[in-house]
């Protein structure tokens, strides 16, 4: 999460109730994914992302993760979706800083 381009305290939704008592992971994550099928999920995650668009009000969202080529219709038109690689190496850079920006 950034903020006129600053990099703001890290902020973990995976574990974050989102639906019915259950956290963005078992809502979204790859078991509801095989569970579901691919066209309900992909509803599930448009669900999440007005979740976060709400509780955030972002500017741009990137989209990434091992199933995000995975998603169907309009939900992926919702932000930009980044390889997997792109979240490792911003990782990497930020643990590599010896003290956050």
Do not use: C
């Not at 709400?54 to 038109?77: C, E």
């Amino acid at each position: 999460l950034f903020l006129d381009g600053e990099l703001e305290p890290h902020l973990e939704l995976s574990h974050h109730p989102l639906h019915k008592g259950k956290t963005y992971n078992e809502v979204v994550g790859d078991a509801a994914r095989v569970k579901l099928g691919r066209k309900k999920w992909s509803g599930h995650v448009e669900e999440a992302i007005d979740a976060v668009q709400a509780l955030i009000f972002y500017d741009r969202l990137y989209i990434g993760g091992g199933n995000a080529a995975k998603l169907t219709g309009a939900v992926a038109s919702r932000g930009t979706l980044v390889p997997n690689a792109d979240g490792i190496l911003g990782g990497a850079k930020l643990w590599s800083l010896t003290r956050m920006p």
